[in-house]
Nanobody, 119 residues
Framework: QVQLVESGGGLVQAGGSLRLSCAAS????????MGWFRQAPGKEREFVAA????????SYGASVKGRFTISRDNAKNTVYLQMNSLIPEDTAVYYC????????????WGQGTQVTVPV
């Protein structure tokens, strides 16, 4: 079992920045890849970014590439999502998720944190 708790959401003006955190606990986290997803009202869940605990390989969704950065702090068992140059289209509930590195399915999910970028 892996427990995930997100924090850091809020309201930010267009062009601003925000950093989300995801504190993870539970099983051997080095066996897991961590991802960020988001879901806006009336839209499907969208992949934002992912990173493995070891090796540092990162991946990003097309809509955030170049603006968002995913990182991890192994000592704190925490994954971050640094979001820069925010636009109203980034408004969504952001979820942290974990999957075994051998699997393509994210099994564990956090409760989500709201990010709002007003028009």
């Amino acid at each position: 079992q892996v427990q995930l708790v997100e924090s850091g959401g809020g309201l930010v003006q267009a062009g601003g920045s925000l950093r989300l955190s995801c504190a993870a606990s539970g099983r051997t986290l080095s066996d897991y890849a961590m991802g960020w997803f988001r879901q806006a009202p009336g839209k499907e869940r969208e992949f934002v970014a992912a990173v493995v605990w070891t090796g540092g390989r990162e991946s990003y969704g097309a809509s955030v590439k170049g603006r968002f950065t995913i990182s991890r702090d192994n000592a704190k068992n925490t994954v971050y999502l640094q979001m820069n140059s925010l636009i109203p289209e980034d408004t969504a509930v952001y979820y942290c998720a974990a999957r075994l590195r051998s699997s393509s399915m994210y099994k564990y999910w956090g409760q989500g944190t709201q990010v709002t970028v007003p028009v």
